[in-house]
């Protein structure tokens, strides 16, 4: 098991997050057998290789939306 970091800068984390963590609880629901927690302006992922670059890719592709948008 791997573990990551992302820390969000100039994102408003209830957006982004959602009202109680909703949005990121959909994209762990996705990967059930990897973990993902929101702190502060954090997300960690801890999984398997495979799941984790998946994650960071699905995390950062939402980044840029929000930046977007």
């Not at 957006?15 to 996705?30: P, T």
């Not at 799941?51 to 948008?69: E, P, Q, R, T």
């Amino acid at each position: 098991m791997v573990e990551k970091v992302i820390t969000l800068e100039n994102v408003s984390l209830l957006d982004f997050l959602g009202v109680e963590n909703k949005n990121i609880d959909e994209v762990a629901s996705a990967f059930p057998q990897s973990k993902i927690v929101s702190r502060g302006n954090e997300i960690l992922i801890q999984g398997s290789n495979t799941d984790l670059l998946k994650i960071n890719d699905i995390i950062n592709s939402l980044v840029a939306h929000y930046h977007k948008y």
